[in-house]
Each structure stands twice: as C-alpha cells, then as structure tokens.
C-alpha cells in the first residue's frame, strides 16, 4: 500500500509567536498548536559562533553540525511545540508508518534576518529519544519553504513521449571571475545519455545575456539551471539581491530579482535551480536565496536556491539525484530531500555545511510538478485502486449527511459545479427522487476513487453542517 503525507506547517510572523497548522493526507485539520518564537534566546554567542563559522566554511564537525541544528529547532519550538511534533511525528511516521510534510513559512520582507537563518540544518534534539532525526535529510520527512498567500500552481503536464527538458545557462563575466561549470555539465550529459527516453539536456549557453535567456526560453525547458555571480547589496547598499548577467563588453550587467523573473514572461519553466560559482562569498549566495524567494511569488512554482556556495562535486551530486526523480515522477519537494540526503551520504557527511545547502521555494501543493499522459493515468488507476471503501452503514452515513446539507436536487447540482465542475445531469437520472439522486452521486464517486473529493468539496460549501462536518471517511 502506497504511503500518503501528512502536514505539519510552522508559520512565523512576527518575533514573539510561532503558529502550527496540521492536516491529514485528505487536508483536514488536526489542529492549530503555537508557541513563543525563542529566536533571541536560543541563539547564543556559542550559536552565533557557529553560524559565522558554518558561513566561512569553517564547519568541520558532525557534533557541531548538530549543535546548530538543534539550536534553529529550539528557535521554533518551545516546550510545548517540541512535545506536539514529537507526538506527532511518532504517531505519523512511527506508528502510522506515513509520511511527514513540514513546511516553513517565514515573512522575509519584514523578517530577512531570520529567513536568511540556515533552517535546512534542523534537527530534533536528542532529549527526544526518538534517534538522530535531521529535519533536511531524514527519509519519510520532507522540509521545504512556503509561504500560506503562494497560490499553488498547477502541473506541468508532458506528452506521453515528451523528454523533460533541462537548460544549464552560465554567466561568467570578465571582470568577476572565473565561473568552473564542467562538472555539472558533464553530470547533466551523463544524466541525459542514461536516461535518453526521458531527459533531454539543451545546448549550454555559457555567455549568459538578456538575449541569450530569451533564445534558451523559446526552447521551452522544463528546468532552467543557473550557474554565477550574485550579489547582496546594490550601488545603492540597498540588501536586494541581484544577479551578474554578461554585458555587450564582456563585463557584468547586474539585475535584481524583478528584472531577472519578467525574463521569463515568455516561457515559465517549472523549476528553476540557482548556484553561486564554486568559490563564491557567503554574501553572494544569500543573493541567490533571496532572489529564489523574490522569483517564486512572481511566476516560477518551483525555485532551488545554494544558501551556501558548494563545490562542483557537490552541486552535480545533487543535481543528478534531483533531476532524475523529477524525471521519474517524484515529487519535486521529495527530489530535493532526496537530493539532500545524497549530499549526506557522500565523504563529508554531516560534518560540513553542504546538505543543508539547497533550499527549495514551492508553490506545488502537492509536490507533483511534472505529469506525463502515462503518470497521469497511474495517478488515476492508484486513486482508484487505494480509494475509500465504504461499508453500508458509511454509506448510509453519507447520504443522510449529503441530503441533510443539499436538500433538493439543485442545491446538490450547483454545489458539484461550483466546487468540482461535475455534472449531476450526466450522473444520475433527472426522474430520481433527492435520495435515488445522492445514491447514484455517492456511487459514482466511489467507482473513480474520488469519495473523499466529494466530501471536501460538500464540506467547504456548507461548512456550517454539523451532520456533514462530523462525517469522515
């Protein structure tokens, strides 16, 4: 039986509270915890030493690794915050042997600094008792960014024989450095070589323009890989993040995140991955991520940003791993754990800083980006294979309940249009009584496994029901 997620959102608006929000896999609350935001204590000069040390590459061990992480975990969840995700990862993951979403929700424009904190190193302390438990890495956890305005974006979806089309731009100007992209791209052709049915890698543009982006674009890539120079501050000392494109003279051309996304005006790739150049200062890197979080909200729904400049090996490392999941249908947020995870099991480990290095920015709600034609199908086939089955009293249950919130038959049909687009004339006959109706309806949605998209759809339109609100499948 295949696995299903459940959510566990932290969300931090202001510099005194934390705020929880857990769902079920079928997105039904299982409640709305807080707590206070410890960011003030819990980083101590000891922590504070870390961070500074972590940001030079300097962080050469394991034990120290961990001490910052359980520091940033202690930020976000006090004592009580600690005990609900303890209780609850152990009964999802643990118990229930499912899945864990937790997703990060900070405001960076009124809190850059504490966006900027490296959260990817979280890991749960070890007076939980529950094992080394690394928030970035761990198998069955998946850690991203979201933010709760993001409207979600839909799947791309690819033609049965269509290849996901991978870009690999450079922009390496004169007067900035040498920008070393090799072995990527040496990683990016092995990778389409393997997987010649599925990855298709672009011609490399290595002298990254305005006109050179726009001439990848028209390509249509599904993933736009960035390799450069950023920036944190601007002529102006301004903290916005900007990128170095290559000018007419061969020298850097400078663009913050607003002129960087309307770029992509004419073709939205999927995902957009950016690296800072191997060599790069930490400043530069927190440009990337600060440009990744600016570019997201604007039109790309998926964008993985290096907080920290790694080496060649590292960022192909991650690179392949990533890509080829998402060219297997995995879940974009599950690609980049996994991603993560391969960085950990590599000769460092988790001595240094690189696993904690890519953060991923998502708008998917969940996690499917690309769907191919034969995906998509398999999608549909498990949905039905796995759905809800009803025995009759639930059966009994439901339709009482869907009678009692829809009396008559129009309430029911413009609720199935509105919510679902479904047309009750073309499931059941129009000589049926209101029950007969519910029946043919309720019937219906359990053949194509869609019991508990019905359920949801009927409880967000009469969500004052208390029969249909204490239903569940």
Request: hydrophobic share 40%; net charge negative; proline share 4%.
């Amino acid at each position: 039986m295949s696995k299903v997620y459940y959510t566990y959102r932290i969300r931090v608006a202001n510099d005194k509270h934390v705020q929880v929000e857990k769902w079920d896999s079928q997105r039904q609350s299982l409640g709305q915890p807080s707590g206070k935001f410890r960011y003030q204590d819990c980083l101590t000069l000891e922590i504070q030493q870390l961070l500074n040390l972590t940001g030079k590459s300097e962080l050469n061990d394991s034990d120290k690794a961990r001490l910052l992480g359980e520091a940033l975990f202690n930020c976000l969840f006090d004592e009580v915050l600690r005990q609900d995700f303890v209780n609850f990862y152990y009964d999802i993951v643990q118990q229930k042997k499912q899945l864990l979403r937790i997703e990060l929700d900070i405001d960076e424009q009124n809190m850059p600094e504490v966006a900027a904190l490296p959260w990817e190193f979280m890991c749960l302390p070890q007076s939980a008792n529950l094992g080394t438990i690394w928030l970035g890495t761990t198998p069955d956890i998946v850690f991203s960014r979201r933010r709760v305005q993001w409207t979600p974006a839909q799947p791309i979806a690819l033609s049965k024989n269509e290849k996901l089309r991978i870009a690999l731009v450079v922009s390496a100007p004169s007067n900035l450095g040498h920008v070393e992209y090799e072995r990527v791209k040496q990683a990016l052709e092995k990778l389409a070589l393997e997987q010649a049915t599925q990855v298709e890698f672009l011609p490399v543009v290595n002298e990254a323009n305005p006109e050179a982006v726009d001439e990848i674009l028209a390509l249509e890539p599904h993933i736009f890989h960035f390799i450069g120079h950023g920036r944190f501050e601007n002529e102006n000392k301004q903290q916005v993040g900007e990128i170095a494109f290559v000018d007419d003279f061969g020298e850097a051309m400078w663009v913050d995140a607003s002129y960087f996304s309307q770029l992509f005006n004419r073709h939205r790739p999927g995902v957009m991955m950016l690296q800072a150049c191997e060599g790069a200062m930490l400043s530069e890197s927190q440009a990337f991520v600060g440009v990744a979080s600016r570019v997201v909200q604007q039109n790309i729904p998926v964008v993985v940003a290096m907080q920290y400049e790694v080496s060649n090996a590292t960022a192909s490392r991650f690179a392949c791993n990533f890509y080829k999941r998402l060219a297997r249908g995995v879940p974009v947020d599950i690609a980049v754990q996994e991603g993560r995870y391969a960085i950990a099991l590599s000769t460092n480990q988790y001595r240094k800083r690189d696993f904690a290095a890519p953060v991923i920015f998502m708008r998917v709600q969940d996690g499917y980006l690309f769907n191919t034609e034969s995906a998509m199908n398999n999608e549909q086939e498990s949905k039905i294979s796995s759905s809800v089955n009803m025995n009759p009293l639930q059966r009994k249950e439901f339709r009482e309940a869907l009678m009692s919130a829809f009396p008559g038959k129009m309430k029911l049909k413009i609720m199935l249009s509105e919510e679902l687009e479904w047309n009750l004339d073309e499931i059941t006959s129009e000589s049926n009584n209101t029950a007969e109706t519910v029946f043919d309806l309720i019937k219906h949605a359990e053949s194509h496994g869609k019991l508990v998209e019905l359920l949801e759809a009927a409880k967000r339109s009469n969500s004052g029901n208390t029969t249909l609100h204490n239903f569940y499948l």
